[in-house]
């Protein structure tokens, strides 16, 4: 259809590149009499080699071969062999079953491959230290396996909600946070994996929760992003002294945390103290 489209639009005539009409064979096209000239006859007969695919009909191929080689410059016989291959073009349109979408999406990730490994290649630094990963604790594996994205490495992980301030009870639930780290490569892929995940139980506020786990999860790129905003709740991560796993990277952050108390954050702390004492207030 690309080619006989562009082709029908040479020849000229009222409607010539009507799919409805063509498929319905109908005679009410009207072309101009006047007979094509030698460039546009050249140029009718290029497109029509590109649209014969190995799939249609040989006759068509053999049609387009004859005016190629005759000096027949009427536009109703270019019109015959064009509506044939346009008609022929939507069959195999409608009675293909499956595209190639596979190859086409290996052809795509095979070149972003090769310039994600030139990109990386004159990034990364000759002394760079090999990322230490955390590892997930007994039974989260299991727990994680429908969430956690494929090759990610474990970062941070703690338990946190009430508990990371001991404001918790023998009602309270468990929450922990994750930070984690997928490959750059993916995350620069055709389908980036997820950056976040999360769970939580159902039931009222205050209600028992007791031996309930919740967690959510986050990618390090994320995490970074509200940090340097001063997100209050992950700066405080970085000064927990509560259990936690830990990595080389979240070290390295733990040895700026400082930098991070900005006064943007000492903003969002006011901020947070002030909506609590307005709700408090009678």
């Known amino acids: 259809c690309a080619c006989a489209g562009p082709m029908l639009s040479l020849i000229g005539g009222k409607g010539a590149g009507s799919k409805a009409k063509l498929k319905s064979k109908s005679d009410a096209i009207e072309l101009d009499e006047k007979p094509l000239s030698k460039m546009v006859r050249d140029v009718c007969v290029s497109l029509g080699r590109r649209a014969c695919a190995e799939d249609v009909d040989e006759s068509l191929r053999i049609m387009i071969e004859e005016f190629a080689l005759s000096d027949d410059l009427s536009r109703s016989a270019f019109f015959d062999v064009a509506t044939r291959l346009m008609q022929a073009a939507s069959k195999v349109q409608e009675e293909a079953t499956e595209l190639p979408i596979a190859a086409v999406d290996a052809w795509v990730d095979a070149i972003r ?5 030139r990109f990386a290649t ?13 590892g997930l604790p007994s039974g989260w594996a299991a727990r994680l396996r429908n969430s956690w994205p494929a090759d990610a490495e474990l970062l941070f992980m703690a338990q946190t909600g009430s508990f990371l301030y001991d404001l918790h009870t023998a009602s309270s639930d468990s929450d922990f946070t994750l930070i984690f780290l997928s490959p750059v490569e993916d995350i620069a892929g055709r389908t980036p994996p997820a950056t976040e995940f999360s769970f ?12 309930e786990i919740e967690y959510s999860g986050r990618e ?30 979240w070290q ?14 000492a903003s969002q702390y006011l901020g947070f103290i002030a909506d609590r004492l307005h709700k408090a207030a009678p």
């Open 113 to 117: 491959h090769d310039d994600f490994q």
């Open 122 to 134: 004159e990034c990364v630094m000759e002394d760079l230290t090999p990322l230490v990963a955390a």
């Open 200 to 211: 939580h139980a159902h039931g009222e506020f205050g209600s028992d929760k007791a031996g």
């Open 220 to 249: 390090l790129a994320g995490f970074l992003v509200e940090l340097a905003k001063g997100n209050a709740r992950n700066v405080e991560l970085l000064f927990t002294d509560k259990p936690h796993e830990t990595s080389s990277v």
């Open 252 to 265: 390295e952050l733990r040895c700026r945390r400082r930098d991070f108390l900005t006064l943007r954050c």
